[in-house]
Nanobody, 117 residues
Framework: QVQLVESGGGLVQAGGSLRLSCAAS????????MGWYRQAPGKQRELVAA???????TYADSVKGRFTISRDNAKNTVYLQMNSLKPEDTAVYYC???????????WGQGTQVTVSS
């Protein structure tokens, strides 16, 4: 199986920056993509950014130009650099791994990001 451990959330003022980290362990081969989702109170969970096994990336329109997803294969870690944060970015952020081996998604425990105005 796969384990995902997130870190890096917190409270920041609007315009500030945070970097989230997601360390993967276990059977972390045959991965389709890893990504970050977020869920704000009363809203559905939404994809923020993803990085595919070949290195290509995709972003939600709302974060394009402000967030950057990257990975360190040696550390089995994916990062989400979040700049120019807005109050509407406030949510619980979840790391996700889509496994081709297990044909399912794995999720981290979530980390809270709060942006004050």
């Amino acid at each position: 199986q796969v384990q995902l451990v997130e870190s890096g959330g917190g409270l920041v003022q609007a315009g500030g920056s945070l970097r989230l980290s997601c360390a993967a362990s276990g059977s972390i081969f045959s991965i389709n993509f890893m990504g970050w989702y977020r869920q704000a109170p009363g809203k559905q969970r939404e994809l923020v950014a993803a990085i595919f096994s070949g290195g290509s990336t995709t972003y939600a329109d709302s974060v394009k130009g402000r967030f950057t997803i990257s990975r360190d294969n040696a550390k089995n870690t994916v990062y989400l650099q979040m700049n120019s944060l807005k109050p509407e970015d406030t949510a619980v952020y979840y790391c996700n791994l889509n496994s081709l081996l297990y044909r399912r998604n794995f999720w981290g425990q979530g980390t809270q990001v709060t942006v004050s105005s």
